[in-house]
């Protein structure tokens, strides 16, 4: 049996695939969007009960979409979940889930997926699989006791979860902040981060802050340019003040840099140690292309090269990158711009197989 050559797989079914498949529906193209997952929408239904967006939902749309209700206010994780499966079916993409591709390889021109559902042939591949892939853990967390629980933010769902005791979150993201936040309601916590935290309102004036940046230009902010490096070397601030109230009145405590594990306790810069019963690793993720079996794609520390999208392998992209055009792009709103510029380079080498 002859397979059929697909013109392009979007590779994840995430914000970032639907973005793709939205607009490579609006041209004449034979595709499919395949992924691992069960169903549209679980990567956000699987976060943490209590996880709320820092952006508004102005800002969390997807191209041809809005999200619904009050577009200044911030849209819980399952709101997003619903809202992406509501997509899929409001513009007939063509989806598979439950597929999960295995090997991908490359001849004469023609891209080949091995997947838990048969072997798929296409001129064009995308990875929209995003930046959050595989949880990453320091080696160091397998000096500690097995009577010390620890987890992965992204395992982690509510404060039920943990032992009973005090809790360290290790990361001083978004997320970091949210889950020690939570859990200081009911528990002694402890924030350990490597550099002094930094602010901002999720609001000004009735306004959500990334309302305030788009409107001066910032979330078009070129990754390259010199706003745009000084934004990425600063890193992410945390949005809200909850976490600086509550580091005020000592239901969190803040520590430097978790150094080294050892049984029952973590060690910090500056020779601090303590006695932990519960770890919550909030340390973020790293790539995993293992299954690309095509030269040129990933670096030795598997990120993929590539320029606003364009891998160095002809009829290759990725979608979902951060700070892949700019500051916009890690956000819902962002990755359909990245997607419409892809799918309009897709189609210009569409035309010259003809």
Same mark, same amino acid.
């Given at each position: 049996?002859?397979?059929?050559?697909?013109?392009?797989?979007?590779?994840?079914?995430?914000?970032?695939?639907?973005?793709?498949?939205?607009?490579?529906?609006?041209?004449?193209?034979?595709?499919?969007?395949?992924?691992?997952g069960t169903r549209i929408g679980d990567t956000w239904?699987?976060?943490?009960? @209590?996880?709320?967006?820092?952006?508004?939902?102005?800002?969390?749309?997807?191209?041809?979409?809005?999200?619904?209700?009050?577009?200044?206010?911030?849209?819980?994780?399952?709101?997003?979940?619903?809202?992406?499966?509501?997509?899929?079916?409001?513009?007939?993409?063509?989806?598979?889930?439950?597929?999960?591709?295995?090997?991908?390889?490359?001849?004469?021109?023609?891209f080949f997926l091995t997947t838990t559902k048969g072997?798929?042939?296409?001129?064009?591949?995308?990875?929209?699989?995003?930046?959050?892939?595989?949880?990453?853990?320091?080696?160091?967390?397998?000096?500690?006791?097995?009577?010390?629980?620890?987890?992965?933010?992204?395992?982690?769902?509510?404060?039920?979860?943990?032992?009973?005791?005090?809790?360290?979150?290790?990361?001083?993201?978004?997320?970091?902040?949210?889950?020690?936040?939570?859990?200081?309601?009911?528990?002694?916590?402890?924030?350990?981060?490597?550099?002094?935290?930094?602010?901002?309102?999720?609001?000004?004036?009735?306004?959500?802050?990334?309302?305030?940046?788009?409107?001066?230009?910032?979330?078009?902010?070129?990754?390259?340019?010199?706003?745009?490096?000084?934004?990425?070397?600063?890193?992410?601030?945390?949005?809200?003040?909850?976490?600086?109230?509550?580091?005020?009145?000592?239901?969190?405590?803040?520590?430097?840099?978790?150094?080294?594990?050892?049984?029952?306790?973590?060690?910090?810069?500056?020779?601090?140690?303590?006695?932990?019963?519960?770890?919550?690793?909030?340390?973020?993720?790293?790539?995993?292309?293992?299954?690309?079996?095509?030269?040129?794609?990933?670096?030795?520390?598997?990120?993929?090269?590539?320029?606003?999208?364009?891998?160095?392998?002809?009829?290759?992209?990725?979608?979902?990158?951060?700070?892949?055009?700019?500051?916009? @792009?890690?956000?819902?709103?962002?990755?359909?711009?990245?997607?419409?510029?892809?799918?309009?380079?897709?189609?210009?080498?569409?035309? @010259?197989?003809?």
């Open positions: 049996m002859t397979l059929i050559i697909l013109d392009a797989i979007v590779i994840g079914a995430g914000q970032a695939g639907l973005s793709m498949g939205y607009w490579l529906s609006k041209s004449d193209n034979r595709f499919i969007i395949v992924d691992g239904r699987k976060r943490y009960d @209590s996880l709320t967006l820092f952006t508004p939902r102005c800002l969390s749309s997807l191209p041809g979409l809005t999200l619904k209700g009050n577009p200044q206010g911030f849209p819980t994780k399952d709101e997003v979940a619903d809202y992406l499966e509501q997509y899929a079916l409001a513009f007939d993409l063509p989806t598979q889930m439950e597929t999960e591709v295995i090997v991908m390889e490359k001849k004469n021109d023609i072997t798929f042939r296409a001129r064009q591949v995308i990875i929209a699989t995003g930046p959050f892939q595989t949880p990453f853990i320091p080696e160091i967390a397998g000096n500690l006791s097995p009577q010390v629980f620890q987890i992965h933010s992204s395992w982690y769902r509510k404060p039920s979860q943990l032992k009973k005791g005090n809790t360290v979150i290790v990361g001083g993201g978004n997320s970091g902040a949210q889950i020690a936040v939570e859990l200081a309601a009911t528990r002694k916590v402890y924030l350990s981060v490597g550099q002094k935290l930094r602010h901002f309102p999720l609001s000004i004036l009735g306004k959500s802050t990334f309302w305030w940046f788009d409107l001066l230009g910032i979330l078009k902010a070129k990754r390259d340019s010199k706003i745009g490096k000084t934004i990425r070397n600063a890193g992410d601030p945390i949005f809200g003040f909850e976490l600086k109230k509550f580091t005020r009145d000592g239901s969190i405590t803040i520590l430097p840099r978790t150094i080294k594990c050892e049984g029952h306790s973590l060690g910090f810069l500056g020779n601090e140690k303590l006695e932990v019963q519960n770890i919550i690793w909030a340390t973020g993720f790293k790539s995993s292309y293992s299954w690309i079996q095509i030269p040129n794609v990933c670096d030795d520390m598997s990120n993929p090269f590539h320029h606003r999208g364009l891998s160095k392998v002809k009829g290759l992209y990725f979608l979902g990158r951060p700070w892949q055009q700019n500051r916009g @792009s890690a956000l819902l709103t962002g990755i359909g711009e990245d997607a419409k510029h892809l799918a309009a380079v897709m189609q210009k080498i569409k035309k @010259s197989w003809v």
